[in-house]
């Protein structure tokens, strides 16, 4: 009979578990996820490593007693007014994301949360006059580089996939008076409301007062100026609707 060395036995065994680990973990967000064929045992070796740093960084706000105890922070990230932001659990920041909690309400963040690099969550821009809230739902993925602003409030309802450079701006200038400086006539807030399950491409723009329905699909580098209905597909600048997502009856 032969038998395998102890220590390649062991290593193989090693392998399996760390797999099992990270499938199940993240099987609690995407249950029919499988990795790839081609993602062998030394990629899965970096992904882990990776994440280990990135939750080791999040135990300085963890013994701070203002966040979760499953946070995981990249490289630079920044949290301003901590105590006026709230995590959920397997909350990610990706490397150099800015986060204030400068504003009325608070800065919330769901469960399964993963916000990518270089994106600024910020609520409030000056100390006169701070905006409302922020608030991201359960399941939520959001791009790098983008800007989510909060002055007239902002929601982003559950289990949305948000592409590259989205940009939210719950507020305008005001600038009717032509004898003043735009800048110091104020401004105007209505706020951003995103339903649940849309998926909205790349460098997509969506102005104040805008309320979009649950289920919508919007084309990358659409301007949305308007609210949108549900279960809608939405292109151009400005952004219209080009058809909606019925279910057909066979």
Known sequence: MHLEPYSKR??????????????????????????????????????????????????????????????????NVRLSYVSNISFGKWVQLEDHVQISGLCKAKVT??????????SQVI?????????????????????????????GGLEIGDDCII???LSCHPENHNYDDPTQLIRLQGVSRQGIKIGANCWIG??????????????????????????????SVIAGVPAKVLKSRTIKNH
């Open 10 to 75: 062991t290593s193989q065994h090693f392998i399996i578990m760390i797999n099992t680990l990270v499938l199940s973990t993240i099987r609690k967000k995407n249950p029919s996820f499988a990795f790839d064929e081609k993602v062998n045992t030394g990629i899965l070796f970096q992904l882990v490593l990776r994440k280990v740093i990135q939750r080791v960084r999040g135990f300085r706000f963890i013994l701070s007693g203002n966040m979760p105890n499953k946070l995981f922070l990249g490289r």
């Open 109 to 118: 963040l769901g469960n399964n949360v993963k916000i990518g690099a270089y």
């Open 123 to 151: 609520a409030s821009t000056s100390f006169n006059n701070i905006g409302e809230y922020i608030r991201i739902g359960n399941n939520v993925g959001i791009g790098e580089f983008a800007y989510l602003g909060g002055g």
């Open 163 to 165: 592409g590259q450079y």
């Open 202 to 231: 790349a460098k997509v723009t969506i102005l104040d007062g805008v309320t979009i329905g649950a289920n919508c699909v919007i084309a990358a580098g659409a301007v949305v100026t308007k609210n949108m209905p549900p279960n």
